[in-house]
């Protein structure tokens, strides 16, 4: 079991940055995977980015060279540092936990992009 709280959402220009946190409730280091999930008003919950306990990268391929997830153990946090926004990349972004065959979310922190 863990909790997740996401924070760093908010209103950013077309070309600026956002950095968006989740910080979970236990060590990460007992997470399979963590990862980024959008949803944008009518659409479906759209992956975005996953980093996995043995650090592996995967990303979205719209957001490759833009976004970066890392994280920091000693924090229990992992972040999404995203630049080059674009307003397509408005959406709901939600943290997501893998622990064995069991998934968990945060409750979501809204970034929007204007043009």
């Known amino acids: 079991q863990v909790q997740l709280v996401e924070s760093g959402g908010g209103l950013a220009q077309a070309g600026g940055s956002l950095r968006l946190s989740c910080v979970a409730s236990?060590?990460?280091?007992?997470?399979?995977?963590m990862g980024w999930y959008r949803q944008a008003p009518g659409k479906q919950r759209d992956f975005v980015a996953k980093?996995?306990?043995?650090?592996?990268?995967i990303y979205k391929d719209s957001v490759k060279g833009r976004f970066t997830i890392s994280r920091d153990n000693a924090k229990n946090t992992v972040y999404l540092q995203m630049n080059s926004l674009k307003p397509e990349d408005t959406a709901v972004y939600y943290c997501?936990?893998?622990?064995?065959?069991?998934?968990?979310w945060g409750q979501g922190t809204q970034v929007t992009v204007s043009s």
């Open positions: 980093i996995t306990r043995g650090g592996s990268l």
């Open positions: 997501k936990a893998d622990i064995g065959a069991y998934d968990y």
């Open positions: 236990r060590s990460i280091f007992s997470i399979d995977a």
